[in-house]
């Protein structure tokens, strides 16, 4: 039952069959996007199950779908210029952080070198990638600079990726050299910095006291701090920084689900007049905490017989889009599933389809599932996360019509986190009782000369009125036999049978008469002795 298949396309593929079971899916003439659809993401896998039924056996496929990317975006800067300013001042190897060039593509397709044009300048770029994932790019000083004798340096920046062929795209670097005091600010943790923090932190906690110094006198001493220019828009309203202290706090809540590393610059730089400055890397990383419930979502499916839509598209559905998924969140109350089973399925016959997650990693992120409310059901274990609800006894829609079951999710946290969820089995009804007179035998009285049309019994207390057709004289029939049969509209349909036994009562429809002596005229006549 645990079947996996991985296939693996290029991005642009525009026809993919995927042949499970003897079925097939098309992606169609759309194509596939592996920008649209994954981003940055190293790895893009569309992930399925597909259900199969055979007259009573199922049969559960998870298929991974993995989009390999082609080269088919060039590097791309944010601006043909880029004006860049260096102290006269600074060492060789200072880095100037340097705009980096935005490649679609991933892997070897994405960006792989960012060069200067010149062979012979005092300056290179080095690309880096970032503990978070993210590229950067520097501009680094390779030996010192004399403002005196060339203030300005016009530069070519050439930015090429991997692809083969390569694709490269190139702009125009301005650099200007700054006049500068004698000393720049340092930080006494160095180039970079490591901090760990727990995801439930309260805001204001202290990360870090960064605490620059500048042995400058007056304002070339005067050290301020602020973010650097790479850092991104989600760390700033995360964290925040004192400017005149260097203090790093804790601005707003974080969550390790979300992102567990930020990579933050900060720049320290003096008051004097052509300021210098430091950077330092602050690499905060998050511990996580128990802080997510599990996720339980229920795919109803119907059992072979059931009038319910094909299972490969309820599968399908259940994992592509919400309309066939009656999923919660971590503690969120949501309205029971229903699934409608008929009441002559087979044991082991397919239910439902649960899938469960948490957001939380390790030991907080493994959940166990259960099944409680009747043992004519139970949960069946299919893949990591997944079950199969199965019917694990006969049914009878005429003894229990409803089953109210419950569905437990709890993670292995300490303490552990729990989601319940309400699960409704409809049983759907066959034909399996045929119809049943109150009596096997009704026996009826009648009176004769009876008008045509009346009534004369009923056979069971909804249907069944038995009517004369004619006026039945005692003379002539006393009694009848006769054979009822009540037939249901099920298919095939059933019968019952029942006999009545009608008895025919005479009525005084004539007066009496003298049969001796002989009337004449209505009068007789009699000898006395």
Known sequence: MNVQRVLKVPGRFRLIKLAVLGRQ?????????????????????LAFDVVSFSQE???????????RDINDHAPRFPRAQIPVEVSEGAAVGTRIPLEVPVDEDVGANGLQSVRLAEPHSPFRVELQTRADGAQCADLVLLQELDRESQATYSLGLV??????????????????VLDANDHSPAFPQGAVAEVELAEDAPVGSLLLDLDAADPDEGPNGDVVFAFGAR???????LFRLDPRSGRLTLAGPVD???QDTYELDVRAQDRGPGPRAATCKVIVRLRDVNDNAPDISITPLAAPGAPAASPFAAAAAALGGAEATSSTGPGTPEASAVSLVPEGAARESLVALVSTS????????????????????RLQPAYAGSYLVVTAASLDRERISEYNLTLVAEDRGAPPLRTVRPYTVRVGDENDNAPLFTRPVYEVSVRENNPPGAYLATGDPVTGRLSARRSFNLEELASLQLGLEALDGGSPPLR???TAGLQMQGQDERAPWLVTPRLVDGSALLPLP
Do not use: M
């Open 25 to 45: 899916a098309d992606v169609g003439d759309a194509g596939l996007d592996r920008e649209r659809l994954c981003g940055q993401a190293p790895q893009c896998v």
């Open 231 to 237: 850092t991104p828009p989600e760390a700033r309203r």
């Open 358 to 377: 948490d957001r939380d990693s390790g030991a907080n992120g493994q959940v166990r599932c259960a099944l409680y409310g009747h043992e004519h059901f």
């Open 256 to 258: 390790y689900e979300r």
């Open 159 to 176: 930015a090429q990726d991997g692809g083969r062929p390569p694709r490269s795209a190139t702009a125009a670097l301005s650099v200007r």
């Open 57 to 67: 056996q199922f049969r559960l496929v998870h298929v991974e779908v993995e989009v």
């Open 496 to 498: 019952g049978r029942a």
